[in-house]
T-cell receptor, first 112, second 113 residues
Framework: DAKTTQPPSMDCAEGRAANLPCNHSTISGNEYVYWYRQIHSQGPQYIIHGLKNNETNEMASLIITEDRKSSTLILPHATLRDTAVYYCIVRVASSNTGKLIFGQGTTLQVKP | DVKVTQSSRYLVKRTGEKVFLECVQDMDHENMFWYRQDPGLGLRLIYFSYDVKMKEKGDIPEGYSVSREKKERFSLILESASTNQTSMYLC????????????FGSGTRLTVV
């Protein structure tokens, strides 16, 4: 599975959009981009995933560049409850090896 | 609401004890996983199972064993607990070939004294 690079921390004002970047320059053609988040003292929570098209669900939007070497997770209207560590992971979707490789992630602090 | 349930939120055990961490999922998922999470080291895979009675070693299986007698239940066993096994333990499940990611439990914070 390809490695990812994320900034260690970011701040965002409550009610504003939070844009979390991720670089995955060695991504393979069959690898998806997944985003998880982990609120303090809880297990990671799946947010969204995509292959090459932009995706949106009730939690967030995922923008993947045309060359697929980077992506951005967008929380359109961040709330204090969105304060968490956000992990960007790339992996083959059908893999059963369990090797979800969590890096250090980005700690997002949403401020009032 | 679909869930992965871990039997204990906090656990304190003595060195040398045999410890059982239980995980149950209600999503009929084929795959189940045990991770541990430590500051600065992130999440590391201990064991996983892709079917009943099947198990595969992850990255750090030493000192642990697992049991999966039923599809919905995956147990992590610390044969003889040691202080370096003090950690947050996270169970997860997923569907084979599924695209919607893994579902994690809330974690068990184990302290070995």
């Amino acid at each position: 599975d390809a490695k990812t690079t994320q900034p260690p921390s970011m701040d965002c004002a409550e009610g504003r959009a939070a844009n979390l970047p991720c670089n995955h320059s060695t991504i393979s053609g069959n690898e998806y981009v997944y985003w998880y988040r982990q609120i303090h003292s809880q297990g990671p929570q799946y947010i969204i995933h995509g292959l090459k098209n932009n995706e949106t669900n009730e939690m967030a939007s995922l923008i993947i560049t045309e060359d697929r070497k980077s992506s951005t997770l967008i929380l359109p209207h961040a709330t204090l409850r969105d304060t968490a560590v956000y992990y960007c992971i790339v992996r083959v979707a059908s893999s059963n090896t369990g090797k979800l490789i969590f890096g250090q992630g980005t700690t997002l602090q949403v401020k009032p | 609401d679909v869930k992965v349930t871990q039997s204990s939120r906090y656990l304190v055990k003595r060195t040398g004890e045999k410890v059982f961490l239980e995980c149950v999922q209600d999503m009929d998922h084929e795959n189940m996983f045990w991770y541990r999470q430590d500051p600065g080291l992130g999440l590391r895979l201990i064991y996983f199972s892709y079917d009943v009675k099947m198990k595969e070693k992850g990255d750090i299986p030493e000192g642990y064993s697992v049991s999966r007698e039923k599809k919905e239940r995956f147990s992590l066993i610390l044969e003889s607990a040691s202080t370096n096994q003090t950690s947050m333990y996270l169970c997860a499940s997923s569907r084979t070939g599924g695209l919607n990611g893994y579902t994690f439990g809330s974690g068990t914070r184990l302290t070995v004294v």
